[in-house]
T-cell receptor
Framework: DAGVIQSPRHEVTEMGQEVTLRCKPI?????LFWYRQTMMRGLELLIY????????DSGMPEDRFSAKMPNASFSTLKIQPSEPRDSAVYFC????????????FGPGTRLLVL | SQQGEEDPQALSIQEGENATMNCSYK?????LQWYRQNSGRGLVHLIL?????REKHSGRLRVTLDTSKKSSSLLITASRAADTASYFC?????????????FGKGTKLSVIP
């Protein structure tokens, strides 16, 4: 298996622009997670899905962030409008056993908002 | 919410030496996991130890879990330069209605050739 795939790997945008991050989980994994990593706050869970349904979005910082999972092999995380404080590395991860079991991470998207 | 906290924050050793890092947590857990992150990469799962296990091995890795002290340790034996990375412990969150993993801030390990 190719592992979790994320795109783009790097994104540089200007404040106010819309940003869309993409993720393809490992086939057969029913759980998909979006994390954000910064030096100050470490790794934070934003939202996770089970069978394409959002289960816990309590980590989504504000209404500017939204996530969708239209099918089992694709998810997006959208930031609109983006702000400089959104600059971070965003990871997607998937799991087949549950939200508290082993997770498989993608390579991440490094986002810089100017 | 509970959170694993790693100690030390940074560790520098010579190649061939053993590296030990620790994780402490606050409330009861059913498992504890260790992950590695190389610079600029995603996290890679290393090992999962369940609450009824005291020790687990995987290659040069040895993980212990002491539920009475709410702590775990990760030992890397005969370290190599390629072991240079950040190491994170992850614990299940027991917050009401919340089922997720919470990651610590990590231990940054540098192995000097």
């Amino acid at each position: 298996d190719a592992g979790v795939i994320q795109s783009p790997r790097h994104e540089v945008t200007e404040m106010g622009q819309e940003v869309t991050l993409r993720c393809k989980p490992i086939s057969g994994h029913d759980y998909l997670f979006w994390y954000r990593q910064t030096m100050m706050r470490g790794l934070e869970l934003l939202i996770y899905f089970n069978n394409n349904v959002p289960i816990d979005d309590s980590g989504m910082p504000e209404d500017r962030f939204s996530a969708k999972m239209p099918n089992a092999s694709f998810s997006t995380l959208k930031i609109q409008p983006s702000e400089p404080r959104d600059s971070a590395v965003y990871f997607c991860a998937s799991s087949y056993r549950g939200p508290q079991e082993t997770q498989y991470f993608g390579p991440g998207t490094r986002l810089l908002v100017l | 919410s509970q959170q694993g906290e790693e100690d030390p924050q940074a560790l520098s050793i010579q190649e061939g030496e053993n590296a030990t890092m620790n994780c402490s947590y606050k409330t009861s857990i059913n498992n504890l996991q260790w992950y590695r992150q190389n610079s600029g990469r995603g996290l890679v799962h290393l090992i999962l130890i369940r609450s009824n296990e005291r020790e687990k091995h995987s290659g040069r890795l040895r993980v212990t879990l002491d539920t009475s002290k709410k702590s775990s340790s990760l030992l890397i034996t005969a370290s190599r330069a390629a072991d240079t990375a950040s190491y994170f412990c992850a614990t299940p969150n027991s917050g009401a209605g919340s089922y997720q993993l919470t990651f610590g801030k990590g231990t940054k390990l540098s192995v000097i050739p």
